[in-house]
């Protein structure tokens, strides 16, 4: 199972991004998705997850003006991000509950560098 990420660049503040995180390879089925982000010199944290049944879950610093959403036939979960702050700047990785025939484990995908900046 692999996790390919994109969608990240240089914007300004107020600006917008929409990331992307497809899944492919091998697998059964595909639970929760998560997008964390990690700034420099701070832990991974989580931003927002989405369930395999559409319920959403968002960070205090996000809510509001980002979106988590998924298309299940495209394996993939999206990141709309909204109104983008400095503070926003930070590496965006994905992570997949997957389950395979081998059984059920979380995935990342390799991140993306967002910055936020004028």
């Known amino acids: 199972v692999q996790l390919q990420a994109s969608g990240g660049g240089l914007v300004q503040p107020g600006e917008s991004l929409r990331l992307s995180c497809a899944a492919s390879?091998?697998?059964?089925?595909?639970?929760?998705m998560k997008w964390y982000h990690q700034a420099p010199g701070n832990q991974r944290e989580l931003v927002a997850r989405?369930?395999?049944?559409?319920?959403?879950y968002y960070g205090d610093s996000v809510k509001g003006r980002f979106t988590i959403s998924r298309d299940n036939a495209k394996n993939t979960v999206y990141l709309q991000m909204n109104s983008l702050k400095p503070e926003d700047t930070a590496v965006y990785y994905c992570?997949?509950?997957?389950?395979?025939?081998?059984?059920?484990?979380?995935?990342w995908g390799q991140g993306t560098l967002v910055t936020v900046s004028s």
């Open positions: 992570c997949m509950g997957v389950t395979t025939y081998l059984g059920s484990r979380d995935y």
């Open positions: 390879g091998s697998f059964l089925s595909i639970r929760t």
């Open positions: 989405i369930t395999a049944g559409g319920s959403t």
